[in-house]
């Protein structure tokens, strides 16, 4: 028998004792979702609690996006219609029955120019402003709503993933003790399901601090467009003479 022949006679009985060698306790699926089937029942809640906290985080983007486009796009509207000049009267009718901010600003105002049998002098003017700034604030607070969840999600996020992380490597090292060995193939697989709960963690927090910092800039211009309604609106009323009565249409407020 030749040398060649003999060495592979020797590879062709050898590789049932490789096959052999591999141990039948490690997880042969490593992606992330098989890491995720194998993970331990708190790890999975963690990880499912990430998910969940995700999804609400781009539903909250999705509807603020469509409102305060919405919103922005009204308000600008309005607030040309304002900047054209024109009476407090001209500008109710044009409102009347609407119910967005700019539209509350104005029917606010005649609701005041009634309460004061349309007089306008100082104290109105002061009466007026009072009003304005209530109404901006109740406006900025209602599409304010549900953007603060973000910024929970944000704070919070990362540390239920290291909960998750903490708990996984310390089920990994009760292993170690279980199993006496110090094998790191033994062990890896459940590291690295822990360390998923961790990059989860991140996954739902760092869009969810991106956005709520966008939704922060533009809810910002939304009220500095309401003040900017406010200042015409207090404009023209400085328009008008002082001590002199106007009829205004009547407005519920």
Same mark, same amino acid.
């Given at each position: 028998?030749?040398?060649?022949?003999?060495? +592979?006679?020797?590879?062709?009985?050898?590789?049932? +004792?490789?096959?052999?060698? @591999? !141990?039948?306790?490690?997880?042969? !699926?490593?992606?992330?979702?098989?890491? $995720?089937?194998?993970?331990?029942?708190?790890?999975?809640?963690?990880?499912? /609690?990430?998910?969940?906290?995700?999804?609400?985080?781009?539903?909250?983007? #999705? +509807?603020?996006?469509?409102?305060?486009?919405?919103?922005?796009?009204?308000? =600008?509207?309005?607030?040309?219609?304002? @900047?054209?000049?024109?009476? #407090?009267?001209?500008?109710?009718?044009?409102?009347? /029955?609407?119910?967005?901010?700019?539209?509350?600003?104005?029917?606010?105002?005649?609701?005041?120019?009634?309460? &004061?049998?349309?007089?306008?002098?100082?104290?109105?003017?002061?009466?007026?402003?009072?009003? #304005?700034?209530?109404?901006? +604030?109740?406006?900025? =607070?209602?599409?304010?709503?549900?953007?603060?969840?973000?910024?929970?999600?944000?704070?919070?996020?990362?540390?239920?993933?290291?909960?998750?992380?903490?708990?996984?490597?310390?089920?990994? $090292?009760?292993?170690?003790? @279980?199993?006496?060995?110090?094998?790191?193939?033994?062990?890896?697989?459940?590291?690295? @399901?822990? *360390?998923? %709960?961790?990059?989860? /963690?991140?996954?739902?927090?760092?869009? %969810?601090?991106?956005?709520?910092?966008?939704?922060?800039?533009?809810?910002?211009?939304?009220?500095?467009? *309401?003040?900017?309604? &406010?200042?015409?609106?207090?404009?023209?009323?400085? =328009?008008?003479?002082?001590?002199?009565?106007?009829?205004?249409?009547?407005?519920?407020?």
């Amino acid at each position: 028998m030749t040398i060649a022949s003999f060495c +592979a006679s020797i590879a062709v009985l050898s590789q049932p +004792a490789f096959a052999q060698a @591999e !141990n039948p306790l490690l997880p042969r !699926n490593l992606s992330p979702w098989g890491m $995720f089937l194998n993970a331990d029942i708190v790890v999975k809640a963690v990880m499912i /609690g990430l998910a969940f906290a995700s999804l609400v985080t781009w539903t909250v983007w #999705l +509807a603020k996006t469509i409102e305060l486009r919405v919103a922005k796009r009204v308000a =600008r509207r309005r607030l040309k219609m304002l @900047e054209r000049g024109g009476d #407090l009267m001209a500008a109710a009718r044009a409102c009347d /029955g609407d119910r967005d901010a700019v539209a509350q600003l104005v029917l606010s105002t005649v609701r005041e120019a009634e309460l &004061s049998d349309g007089i306008m002098d100082d104290g109105f003017k002061e009466r007026v402003a009072l009003r #304005l700034e209530r109404v901006e +604030a109740a406006m900025t =607070r209602q599409v304010s709503r549900g953007v603060g969840i973000l910024a929970t999600i944000g704070a919070t996020a990362p540390f239920v993933g290291l909960f998750g992380t903490v708990w996984g490597i310390m089920n990994s $090292f009760i292993g170690i003790s @279980e199993s006496h060995t110090t094998n790191l193939a033994v062990v890896a697989p459940g590291i690295a @399901e822990a *360390l998923l %709960a961790t990059a989860l /963690g991140l996954v739902a927090a760092i869009p %969810a601090v991106v956005i709520y910092n966008h939704f922060a800039r533009v809810i910002a211009g939304y009220r500095t467009l *309401l003040g900017d309604a &406010s200042a015409q609106l207090l404009l023209m009323i400085s =328009r008008g003479q002082r001590g002199r009565a106007v009829t205004l249409p009547r407005a519920a407020e």
